[in-house]
């Protein structure tokens, strides 16, 4: 295992110093919407290409924003298209919109996915006893600057909380940006309670309440629902880290998981950036926002 991290590390650790931009294609708000992420105006996955630490000595790693603090849509890195570009989430053939519950509006951090990581559905998690969601480690970045949707932010591991979401493993990991103005002030879960009180008891009943407006009941928490320290963390984000290895590899199954990449070259999945350039090529091109339903507005009052 550790032959093959090594391996990935080196065929793609220049990314870690490149430029990353964006391009949008068809409408935000739409069914068509896509984020594509770019090194130096190549395209890659955000799911795949990107190396997950940034500095090595891994105290840094990166991080792909998928939905800017405050914002309601639903946003996600797509694992089952080429490219894995971000895209909004349907649910019973509708985008998806988080509920505003009082006294929270939209998401309350910057929200978003460690790159290669993966939380195995075939494997049951010793701490919560249930199987991974099959999806990139989510991060919670809780810095002040509102980020941008793809973009890539260099942060370091506070926390994490460990939600069991409709019967998944689904851990929630804390982060902050190395450039916000706190960053130096915070280092372990601990400093996030001393210097921004409530946040952290803010943010788990946000997990707890976000899917009861939409008929579902509380979300459900492995250790009683008590944020555990960065070294807890760590070791979370390095387990998804071999998940995705195996993956990469094809030792696991991959179910709908796409792996196309155009970094790592000497894995099955790796295209070129001629490929990559049709792929995009074939959506639409980018267009006005559709106008965001009314109701995403309302505000939901909840008693537990």
Same mark, same amino acid.
């Given at each position: ?5 090594? *391996?990935?590390?080196?065929c793609?650790?220049?990314? *870690?110093? /490149?430029?990353y931009s964006?391009?949008?294609r068809g409408s935000?708000?739409?069914?068509? %919407? ?8 190549d %395209?890659? *996955? ?6 997950? %630490? =940034?500095?090595?000595?891994?105290s840094v790693?990166? /991080?792909?924003?998928?939905?800017p603090r ?5 946003m ?7 490219l894995n +570009? ?5 649910k019973?053939d509708?985008?998806?919109? @988080? ?6 509006h939209g998401?309350?951090?910057? %929200?978003? $996915?460690? +790159? ?7 494997h @049951? ?6 199987k991974g ?15 941008k949707r793809?973009?890539?932010k260099?942060?370091?591991v506070l926390?994490?909380?460990?939600l069991?979401?409709?019967?998944e493993?689904?851990?929630? @990991?804390l982060?902050?940006?190395v450039?916000? $103005? ?9 400093d996030?309670?001393?210097?921004m009180?409530?946040f952290?008891? =803010? ?18 928490? =492995? ?9 807890? $963390?760590v070791k @979370?984000?390095?387990? /998804? ?7 990469i590899?094809?030792k696991?199954k991959?179910?709908?998981i ?26 639409k091109?980018?267009? +006005?926002a =559709?106008?965001?339903? *009314?109701d995403v507005?309302t ?6």
């Amino acid at each position: 295992m550790r032959i093959l991290v090594n *391996s990935l590390w080196r065929c793609s650790r220049s990314l *870690s110093r /490149m430029a990353y931009s964006v391009e949008e294609r068809g409408s935000p708000y739409t069914a068509d %919407y896509r984020v594509f992420v770019k090194k130096d105006n190549d %395209y890659i *996955s955000p799911f795949h290409d990107i190396p997950l %630490y =940034a500095t090595e000595d891994k105290s840094v790693l990166n /991080m792909v924003v998928e939905i800017p603090r405050w914002t309601n849509a639903k946003m996600e890195i797509c694992t089952s298209e080429p490219l894995n +570009p971000i895209r909004q989430d349907v649910k019973k053939d509708k985008l998806r919109f @988080v509920d505003n519950c009082y006294p929270y509006h939209g998401y309350i951090w910057n %929200y978003g $996915a460690f +790159p290669q990581t993966w939380e195995d559905p075939s494997h @049951v998690d010793p701490n919560t006893h249930a199987k991974g969601d099959n999806d990139p480690l989510d991060v919670c970045e809780i810095g002040s600057a509102v980020g941008k949707r793809g973009e890539i932010k260099r942060v370091k591991v506070l926390g994490t909380i460990a939600l069991i979401d409709e019967g998944e493993t689904d851990w929630k @990991v804390l982060a902050i940006d190395v450039n916000d $103005a706190r960053a130096k002030e915070l280092n372990d879960i601990e400093d996030v309670q001393r210097v921004m009180p409530g946040f952290l008891e =803010a943010t788990v009943n946000w997990f707890r309440v976000y899917k009861i407006p939409t008929g579902k009941p509380p979300n459900a928490f =492995a250790f009683d629902g008590k944020v555990q320290d960065k070294g807890y $963390a760590v070791k @979370v984000i390095e387990e /998804m880290h071999h998940q995705w290895v195996s993956l990469i590899d094809g030792k696991s199954k991959p179910g709908s998981i796409v792996s196309q990449n155009t970094t790592l070259c000497d894995k099955a999945g790796f295209i070129s950036q001629s490929a990559a350039q049709e792929i995009v090529g074939k959506k639409k091109p980018f267009g +006005p926002a =559709a106008a965001i339903p *009314s109701d995403v507005d309302t505000w939901h009052f909840i008693k537990l």
